[in-house]
């Protein structure tokens, strides 16, 4: 990511950097064992979660939500299994979801026994909406279920031996009058008697995108500055996607005072997803920040993740899309090629090519399929496929023509690989002499 640093060679009368960026990544916590899991057509199975756990174990998450164990027997046996077969790592925090009940919140502690530290993530939902259509009960009715889920982790806590945080969400936040949701939390905060030391997470979940990215950061700068004991919380964001911008979502959080996110890999999740962590991860570090994850294998990534999720990963996905550096106009590809060769010639350190935001190295992809040659590309691509690929250097003279015979194949025939560009040229030029 020092790769991506401001730049401290161009000085700021050139060059304009907005001082309004975000300067460290959030804590994350992945919720794709849970949320993700819950919207797959195929929900994963014991082994496939275990796979899947130590994937995001490998990627450096310290918070997982592991799934919802009172819920159903196969997140109950995950949970054991990860205890029993001793794969929870010192460092890495398990989350597990639970409704403010009794008898589930029993169940919880049970699958819980053994684990040294846990994040207990209670919700209920607190929208005007579902309030009045779902659960036909007052503000202070719906309050007191909030506090009373308190009350009983509290209690349960006092025989478990490991560690537990407690984690509070007013289920549709989005939906939720916001100074209503700030007293049901203050008053799951003063139950609990959170404090600095021991900090209660409070997460705000963007259940449904209701609105522009702006007004759920408004809505989170809001929360941060009238709690009345902000260093006694962990803000959290869990922002769903459902109008698309899940990400600016996140991100708007993070400059309005937000300090944790929950999301999944590649927005996996309920309807449009949850908010896709790796590419506000990737977009951290393109700005020079240390995102805190091991994101230099995306191929890995998206293995573990089609096999397991068995949802592809979109070829324009951002950051990881099979397409995502390529480029297929004659005017990119020349661009990318003299950026490439300015660079080397500058021996310049950080990156910095025309439409490549970043070094595709940087996430496990080779240079070579960067530049493919199809109807719409010119002679400046094609002269970097022969040198990048075959190390031969199209003179200037014959980059054109030899440009105009590769364009004539593709309009007829559509992509030529390197390979063939290759055989045409010795046809052309090599085998006639
Ligand atoms: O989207 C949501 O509201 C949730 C909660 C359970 C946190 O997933
Ligand atoms: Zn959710």
């Not at 709690?227 to 959080?253: F, M, Q, T, W, Y």
């Amino acid at each position: 990511y020092a790769r991506y640093k401001k730049n401290p060679v161009i000085s700021l009368s050139e060059r304009q950097w907005p001082d309004n960026q975000i300067e460290k990544a959030p804590v994350w916590c992945s919720v794709d064992l849970r949320d993700g899991n819950q919207a797959l057509i195929e929900p994963m199975v014991v082994e496939e979660k275990i796979e899947f756990f130590q994937m995001l174990v490998k990627l450096g998450f310290k918070e997982i939500e592991v799934g919802f164990p009172s819920a159903s027997q196969i997140e109950y046996d995950f949970l054991r299994q990860l205890v029993e077969r001793n794969l929870i790592p010192d460092d890495v925090i398990v989350q597990v979801l639970v409704q403010c009940r009794e008898h589930l919140i029993e169940r919880t502690f049970e699958a819980l026994n053994g684990v040294k530290k846990a994040i207990v993530h209670i919700y209920n939902s607190t929208s005007a909406l579902q309030r009045d259509v779902v659960f036909g009960k007052s503000k202070e009715e719906i309050k007191e279920i909030a506090i009373e889920g308190t009350k009983l982790v509290k209690q349960k806590m006092k025989d478990f031996e490991g560690k537990i945080i407690l984690e509070y969400s007013p289920e549709s936040f989005t939906g939720t009058e916001v100074d209503y949701a700030l007293d049901v939390c203050e008053a799951v905060l003063d139950e609990w008697g959170a404090t600095k030391e021991e900090p209660v997470i409070i997460n705000l979940p963007a259940t449904v995108e209701m609105n522009t990215p702006n007004v759920y950061a408004d809505q989170i700068e809001w929360f941060h500055r009238h709690l009345k004991n902000r260093e006694a919380v962990i803000l959290s964001v869990h922002p769903h996607n459902d109008r698309g911008c899940a990400v600016a979502a996140a991100e708007l959080s993070l400059l309005a005072g937000a300090d944790r996110i929950e999301g999944t890999l590649f927005g996996n999740g309920e309807r449009t997803g949850n908010v896709d962590i790796l590419t506000i991860a990737y977009n951290l570090f393109s700005q020079g920040v240390n995102p805190n994850l091991n994101l230099e294998n995306i191929n890995e990534i998206i293995e573990v993740y089609e096999r397991c999720c068995k949802i592809p990963v979109h070829i324009r996905h951002p950051y990881a899309g099979k397409l995502v550096f390529t480029a297929f106009s004659g005017s990119h590809q020349d661009a990318i090629n003299k950026g490439i060769k300015a660079m080397k010639e500058r021996n310049q350190s950080y990156w910095e090519v025309p439409y490549l935001p970043i070094d595709p190295a940087d996430v496990g992809r080779k240079y070579e399929p960067i530049v493919r040659i199809n109807s719409q590309s010119g002679k400046g691509g094609v002269a970097f496929i022969m040198d990048s690929c075959f190390g031969f250097k199209l003179p200037k003279g014959m980059q054109k023509e030899f440009a105009k015979i590769i364009q004539e194949i593709s309009e007829k025939q559509g992509e030529v690989a390197p390979e063939q560009i290759m055989e045409e040229f010795k046809k052309e030029y090599l085998e006639a002499k």
